[in-house]
């Protein structure tokens, strides 16, 4: 026999997006995923940025003081059900009876939520995207004879801040400078489909299992994505090639063996790029005597160490730079590829997606005959396309590493832990009147020896994925800098290098396997797994019986980290420190002890 029980509930609950209240709230007066999106459709049809309607952007005040939107629009129509089941079967009979045994259950549920967000969203905007109500003046980098302070004069001062009205519109820029953040408008509270079911049961030996499932699929998960990252999928129209393929040649090139010393002695190696012709025609003779695209090269390796961004900076915005000083080389003009007006612009945005699944076990003994014990083991994979959002991680917390294919970047999520087990026990010791040993002790003999209980806790799991950071270049945007790729093979574990230090990887020439991101792409997401982590904390107790009934005397000994297991932490894995590559920083807190003693009456 079975029955249903219903059960229905509603709750309604409302919260207003935040809003500066003093009037000094400021927006673009083009929405910023707007913005974006004319720069993305105009790249692949061959449009300049200083073509598009929008190509510079002006601010403006806004919020409710100002009679105006906030950030973003409330959402009255998230609707979030809940779904769950339990079955526990009353007949007993048969094969139900051999598979719930007494008391089993099967339980699954499902749910839709949704997250309520804004606060770290809002105190990171505040820190760097309300431009133009702070100014940074600095004294003189050095001083002449005449100008230099003097021993009975006063202090030198500060120069005077330039005159701006506010909202602050910021000029046109030529060197590597205005970093802004942003919010996208279309903010929506991200939401997850909530998957749960288990099985329980008990067994022989006063215990019960436990086995279930646990997922979560995320939607519209908060992001930052740079909006002013350079249009390096403009293509050529002549040529139909695009920034992207034509860095990609360039950068096959090198891998393969071409240096600048090289070229420099026969420009002819570099092939014709079509891209490089028809862009920047002026480009030849520069460096060396010979092609636009053997200067390209040349530009790329031996001008600014490899760093593409650098690179399309110099020919598409730097009037200063040397290649023709008071112009830039692009046939379309300056600021075909860069923003006019600034050189990053992260902005939050909805456009993340991840999703976990995770096998649970657990086994636990109610506490009888003096023992009590649970163990827990969990089998899962989180993967997200980034990880810390709203977190307190800075500018970049959920970073976009290529805002044109957001995508790119998805892998392994930061706190992906495969196998996890704990465990925790607690033990009385057998020992005492009406125990095992010493059954007729005395009352002060039980006094000393009875009475006494060890506890333990224990914690295995395997490691956290991480990144390699490249060698310092920008080769997708001028908000993040490069990360690596995977480019030979890797053996990881805990090992000692050649300099005699514990490394990730047992020798610092591991470096020689990672090589900076592609041009136009992203870093290798999880290139690497950290060690895993093992702790172990035991714990002593023992409770006195003083003479009357209230009083009594608690002793506690604690030991954190019993067995002193070592635990390695921060390796040093950044292409710019090849000589200390997989080195670890530091270790985890070694054992502890503590002793307490408390009195009752």
């Known amino acids: 026999l079975w029955f249903a029980v219903g059960g229905f509930g509603l709750r309604w609950e409302n919260f207003r997006p935040p809003y500066e209240a003093n ?16 720069r993305n459709a105009g790249q692949s049809q061959g449009l300049p940025q200083n073509a598009l309607p929008n190509a510079r952007l002006k601010w403006t005040l806004d919020g409710p003081v100002n009679g105006k939107p906030t950030w973003w629009q409330p959402s009255n129509l998230n609707f979030a059900p809940r779904f769950g ?99 996208s408008p279309n903010l929506k509270p991200p939401y997850a489909y ?32 740079d909006v002013y990252t350079p249009l390096e999928y403009f293509k050529d129209p002549k040529s139909g090639v695009t920034w992207e393929q034509n860095a990609g040649i360039v950068r096959k090139l090198f891998d393969f063996g071409l240096t600048p010393a090289q070229v420099k002695a026969n420009p002819s190696l570099v092939p014709t790029l079509p891209f490089v012709e028809d862009i920047w025609p002026t480009l030849a003779n520069v460096d060396v005597p010979g092609s636009a695209s053997a200067n390209y090269f040349m530009c790329v390796y031996q001008d600014y160490g490899g760093s593409y961004l650098d690179c399309l900076h110099a020919l598409d915005r730097n009037v200063t730079s040397s290649y023709n ?43 009888s ?46 706190f992906d832990m495969r196998h996890n087990i704990s465990g925790n026990a607690l033990f009385e010791l057998p020992v005492g009147r009406g125990k095992l040993l010493l059954r007729d002790a005395s009352r ?64 610092t020439s591991t ?6 991101e592609l041009p136009g792409h992203t870093g290798k997401r999880a290139a690497v797994r950290l060690p895993s982590f093992f702790n172990t904390d035991l714990g002593v107790t023992k409770v006195f019986k003083l003479p009357g009934e209230s009083q009594r005397i608690h002793f506690r000994a604690e030991a954190f980290n019993v067995f002193n297991n070592v635990n390695f932490t921060n390796p040093s894995l950044s292409l710019t420190s090849p000589g200390t590559f997989g080195e670890f920083q530091g270790v985890m807190e070694p054992r502890v002890m503590q002793f307490a003693l408390r009195y009752e009456f």
């Open 444 to 507: 002060w003999l039980d006094f000393m020896v009875g009475g006494w209980q060890v506890s333990g806790l224990s914690r295995f799991r395997t490691g956290l994925p991480t990144t390699v950071a490249g060698g310092l270049e920008y080769n997708a945007n001028y908000w993040l800098s490069s990360l690596a790729i995977v480019t030979g093979p890797i053996n990881q574990g805990v090992r000692i290098d050649q300099n005699g230090n514990p490394s990730i990887f047992g020798s």
């Open 325 to 367: 000083p008071g112009k830039c080389l692009t046939v379309t003009g300056c600021y075909t590829f860069f923003p006019i007006q600034g050189s990053s612009l992260p902005t939050w945005m909805n456009s993340g997606t991840a999703a976990y699944h995770g096998l649970t076990v657990s086994l636990r003994r109610r506490f």
């Open 369 to 414: 005959g003096g023992l009590s014990f649970d163990f827990n083991y969990s089998w899962s994979h989180s993967v997200d396309d980034g990880s810390a959002a709203e977190s307190g991680a800075g500018e970049q917390g959920a970073a976009i590493q290529n805002i044109y294919n957001t995508k790119e970047f998805r892998g392994s999520s930061d």
């Open 23 to 38: 009037g000094y709230q400021v927006m673009p007066t083009v929405p910023l995923n707007q913005y974006f999106a004319e």
């Open 85 to 183: 089941l339990a079955y526990s079967p009353s007949s007993r009979g048969g094969w139900l009876a051999k598979m719930f045994g007494r008391g089993g259950a099967l339980r699954v549920g499902a749910s839709m939520v949704y997250d309520r967000f804004g606060s770290d969203l809002i105190t990171q905007y505040d820190q760097f995207g309300s431009i133009g109500l702070a100014y940074k003046a600095n004294f003189p980098d050095s001083y002449s004879f005449s100008t230099s302070p003097r021993y009975g004069g006063s202090s030198p001062t500060l120069p005077a801040p330039p005159q701006e009205t506010f909202p602050y519109q910021p000029p046109d820029i030529a060197a590597i400078i205005g970093d802004f953040e942003g919010i």
């Open 194 to 225: 909530v998957f749960t079911a288990s099985f329980a049961r008990e067994i022989p030996g006063k215990m019960t299992l436990e086995i279930g499932y646990a997922g979560r699929l995320s939607h519209r998960l908060l992001m930052e994505g």
């Open 511 to 516: 470096s020689n396997s990672f090589a900076d």
